[in-house]
């Protein structure tokens, strides 16, 4: 049963939606003018080349990450993505042993990254490997991976600071990142990846979507799935792989993981979800680093998470496909829609019974309505209230209500409906007789008109032709 | 609806070059047998049910036909050629659960997806591709609901995209996997519908089925399988008390039901 | 018979062989006279080597190169502190980790001494800002080590008085060494025009150096390798740096390297040339066994690429020429 399908003046439309992003985004603006000073502009404008530099690159990453771990997040696999990150270290103090030891320095970049995907890659492949043996759940083989990888590099760096003669130096900056030291270089290879990484993804959208949708069915027809997995953690290695030198190995899988979760409140298209998510990842990318450009001894790559996480807290809340609030609200409806028919339908049988359904007099009193169902006079009295507003009740005082117009026709139809569906799980289900009103109940306020016709279709000997009138109750009442 | 309805059987006509044929099948997971020797030839134009108790190997002989679960011995033949070259013409409708309903797509966008093999490598879903996938629905009877997220569908509903999907695909042999499963009346009948007429436009379709008391009425070929295949062939000749002793064996209370069930479809 | 040894035979040979160096390797350790003497970083050992002279087995825990701040020691770390008799070590937590290591044992009776309370206990040098403790760079200041090395030779002559009259005398003579080193340094670095007298690092490794000789230090991080920058406060200072036409800055040893080049891409993008003057040793010396790997050579090294770089007056070999000699 889908809520959505029942409750389709509850989707709240896409302007709405847009409006709601636009405010968190002008509330986080204003954020950043109260801490307006002479050096906004310059920041805002990237005037400043490290500024510049730094703001790109982060933003850049964002999104990145955003788009890949979106599919990463379907897939089911953010914890792989959290494996990958934590197996580069290995990668990274072997490629700089193997540089010192061939007489190199030992810190240039390329090789050092290099290292770092390869050993990243070799996790992901330990993963699937240790998947294979008998007994070992994903979860179990990605924790073992995790923890041995990281072990291993956090083993190597301790071998590291005895080698002589090596400036070892700097290595420890790719568990946590130097944010605002980025070079030229750096974001060189920064944006060769991240727009590679865009630019895959987008290309392989259609074949990522089956991929993570339906693994099984993709391989059926003929898709290479081990092959598309490896490439889907191929672009995963490579943001992992650049996000080291910008917030380091811990704090990447954060920005794998929020962007994608906090985009998924807000919308139920997988497009969507990608750019949305490609959009918070960059936000968070370039709010962080501004705040760091804006405010003293804030660094960079921590604050970029502390945003991303911002985003996902206010998407939790807010987020109008499956936000908290959304889901109440949804859920408040439903529940008031359900109360409304039952107090119809209440006052139809009461009218029924008292004058075979055709009594002009369309009032009764509390009392006939609490004899009905077991609800207690206030809530009666509420669910009356708000019929009264919505002009399905003409006129309550202490001794009754009257029913409008209106309400009647509602009544009838609401009614109608009901003994549809009962009918049809009595002729069609094999259920038996008295255990259909509870069901009925039930689904009849999920099923909509559409249905409803439906089945006055596939009971056409019971319903009599013409105007849609209420046929008798299949048990007593 | 009977086995009789779908028309005279004459088991000797298969042709040479049948749809599906396995040779000996074997498949283990973890040295723990599960298909063992598995000789089986649907002939064209059949609506063949797969029935077994649980753990009998129903699901697993569909995905080995399918190369989705590693083979230990045997070979899988479509229209005479391997499967791996024949590929494109064998769509396969999984279970309902094996997939997560709240993934973010729409109805549509499911259905498309039995067009990808066809588009090939990067390209996107074009127009001609989703009025196939429109068609797929509206045959299903699901076209009003095509831009709905797939979480908001029912389970009959969703086990109709599935179907809406492999029918998308334009394929000749159709492997089911429990479609009945756990659905509404509705789809179940509009199920029975899509494989009649498959069948009618000369499909071959291989269903695994667990309701033994509507076999004799949905199939005019069945498969009885207990890690072996217990007897294979028209419904008529094979859905015999007998053999479902033999495939049921010791489950007492599902062969009382098989039995009984059986009385019922001779009635 | 000797090529049909079997593979056990071959093994126990073998273990024979790696026992017997073993043992001439630590017999090399245990032939010497004197208690064995073991420094956390470069400068204190080198310290302790100067007073001893021939005289003891003084040995270096924190390899060069290695960042003393993030340092985290070994199993092996913790046997060669277990085996030694003195243990000098700098203090004011340069040592990370170690340091609460170092000071329970302390407590406990053994014969440990952080350099660094001699020096402060003096009441000249005080941390960075005044406040007491926080900066433990004090090898900076060659008056500074001076205190450090006077401390020295009164801790080992107290634990081994036998030798205690050798200490002194080595100490002495090394103080000679050390006060022509400041004078030294006074004079190369007080000829660096006044509008240059600034020195921008990695980090903040600098404040007893530049207050002892007249310069305005800054550090890119703070104190402690292990913070990271904020994006505004590297802006502040590249700002500053191009205001002042400052000519070069410096690149530590044992610190991360990219601070500084984003710092030389950022003043280079407006028009400044920056240029990074030179390698600076800050929490570990150079490579061991050269000149630079000397508490000597180190600071003679720093003093003369800093003044040089910045526009003063220095020769090019240092001191004593032994900079040219080694090469770069």
Partial sequence: MGTGAVLPEMRVRRQTRFAAVGLFLLLTGTGVLIALEENLLKVFLLRNYNTRLVVLSTTLLGISSGMVGSFLLLRRRSLMGDALSHATLPGIALAFMGLVALGGVGKELGWLLGGAALSGLLGVVAVTLICRLPRMKEDTAMGIVLSVFYGAGVALLGLIQEMPGAGAAGLETFIYGKTASLVGSDFQILWLITGGVVLVSAAFYKEFKILCFDEAFAASTGWPVRRLDLLLLGLVTAVTVAGLQAVGLILIIALLVIPPAAARMWTSRLYRMLILSGLIGGMSGWIGATLSALLSKLPAGAVIVLVASGFFLFSLFLGTERGILVRLLRHLSLKRRVERQNLLRAFYEVLEQRAGGRSPEAFVSWQELLARRSWSPRLLYRIARRALEAELIEEMDRSGLLLSPEGLAAAAKVTRNHRLWELYLIEHADIAPNHVDRDADFVEHVLGERLTRHLEQSLPDILRTGAPAVPGSPHGL | ?267 | MEMRAGRGEVWRRLMRGAMVLVMLGTCGAWGREGPEILGTVGMVTDLAREVTGEAGAVRGLIGEGVDPHLYKPTRKDLVRLRQADIILYNGLKLEGRLADILEEMGRNGRSVRALSEAVLAGGRYRGKGGEEGTDPHLWMDVGAWRLALKEVVTFLGEADRERADRYRENGRAYTEELDRLDGYAREVLGSIPEEHRILVTAHDAFGYFGRAYGLEVRGIQGLSTESEAGLRDLEELLSEIVERGIPAIFVESSVSDKNVRALVEGARSKGHDLEIGGTLYSDAMGPAGTYRGTYFGMLDHNITTIARALGGRAPEGGIDGKLVEQGN
């Avoid at chain 2, 299903?140 to 179907?163: H, K, M, N, P, Y």
């Fill in chain 2, 1 to 267: 609806m009977r086995g009789a309805d779908f028309g005279p059987e004459e088991r000797a006509e298969h042709s040479l070059e049948a749809p599906l044929s396995i040779h000996d099948l074997t498949v283990a997971y973890q040295r723990k047998p599960v298909l063992w020797d598995v000789d089986l030839e649907i002939p064209e134009g059949r609506l063949a049910g797969v029935v077994g108790p649980n753990g009998a190997g129903k699901s697993t002989l569909l995905k080995a036909c399918l190369d989705l679960v590693p083979r230990a011995s045997g070979e899988v033949m479509v229209y005479g050629r391997p499967y791996r070259a024949e590929r494109q013409r064998v769509s396969y409708v999984p279970q309902r659960e094996s997939v997560d309903w709240d993934f973010p797509v729409t109805v549509l966008d499911v259905v498309a997806m039995g067009t990808y093999a066809e588009l090939g490598w990067l390209r996107p879903v074009n127009r001609r591709m989703r009025e196939r996938a429109m068609e797929a629905l509206e045959k299903v009877r699901l076209g009003d609901l095509a831009d709905r997220q797939i979480s908001e569908l029912s389970g009959g509903q969703q086990q109709r995209t599935f179907l809406a999907r492999a029918l998308a695909q334009k394929a000749d042999i159709y492997l089911m996997d429990e479609p009945f499963a756990a659905v509404d009346a509705a789809t179940e009948r509009a199920i029975v519908e899509i494989l009649k007429d498959l069948r009618n436009a000369g499909k071959t379709c291989l269903v695994v089925h667990h309701d033994l008391s509507t076999v004799t009425q949905y199939f005019d070929h069945v498969v009885l399988l207990n890690m072996r295949v217990v007897a294979a062939g028209a419904t008529a000749d094979c859905f015999t008390e007998e053999n479902l002793r033999r495939t049921y064996g010791g489950q007492l209370t599902v062969f009382a039901e098989a039995a009984n069930a059986l009385r019922k479809g001779v009635r």
